[in-house]
């Protein structure tokens, strides 16, 4: 159960469980848009996420996962595609989903709003992607860097754009290049951006997704701080993936 002033990050992985077996507590818009995907890569990980998110969610509340109220309506039009939200009883855990290759990543706390975001680590050149998504100044962060390790670097900077949007519903609504971050190998931190919350209730925590992968939180909160746990969801036990640890504002 969460405790007061933590954050839980579940992981997973598509291929732990049958997709039959994650599908069984999926809504009928769920099992929908799960329909939807042309790739089956894309609809497990899209029903290992939902699955992953009932189940933990269900854990705190005190129910079954088909009894959770989950909502992904989206504000801009009828597709069923916006930020998970827990409604009813559950209205007041906030919840956040992730999924890049065979990660699938779970955040969930009382605290605040919050966002995940989960990322390989590209293996093609970036700069077309820095380009987009990058302001300047973390441009040249990322250029002062010999070329090899421009690929990891634009992803601990991604992940934190993207976490920090995610907490509060906006997404990609707001352009990334709008979102300024602290440097890709500094604590993370947000440092500006042309919403009305102020940056240091932005909190976040670097997570471990493993090799290959980066993956932060955020939680915006005005609390000092956040202790953040880490499980990973394995068929039929829980297991530990990193001690608890304190999330904080830079």
Known sequence: ???????????????????????????????????????????????????????ASAAQLGTSPQEVAVDRSCPDCDRYHGKPELKGDGAHLHVSISHSGDRVVVALTEEGPLGVDVEAVPAEPVDDLARCALTAWEQAQLESLPRHERYEA???????????????????RVSPKD???SGPFAEPALLSWPLDIPPAHVRFRSLHPGDGYVATVAVITEESAVTVAERRALPGRTTRVADDALLVAA
């Open 1 to 55: 159960m969460l405790t007061q002033g933590q954050c839980q990050i579940w992981w997973a992985g598509p291929d732990d469980r049958t997709e039959e077996s994650m599908a069984v507590v999926l809504s009928e818009r769920e099992l929908g848009r799960a329909a939807r995907f042309r790739r089956p890569a894309d609809r497990r990980r899209f029903v290992t996420g939902a699955w992953l998110l009932r189940t």
């Open 154 to 172: 634009f992803v601990r900077l991604w992940v934190r754009k993207e976490a920090a949007l995610k907490a509060t519903g906006h997404g990609l």
């Open 179 to 181: 979102v300024e971050v």
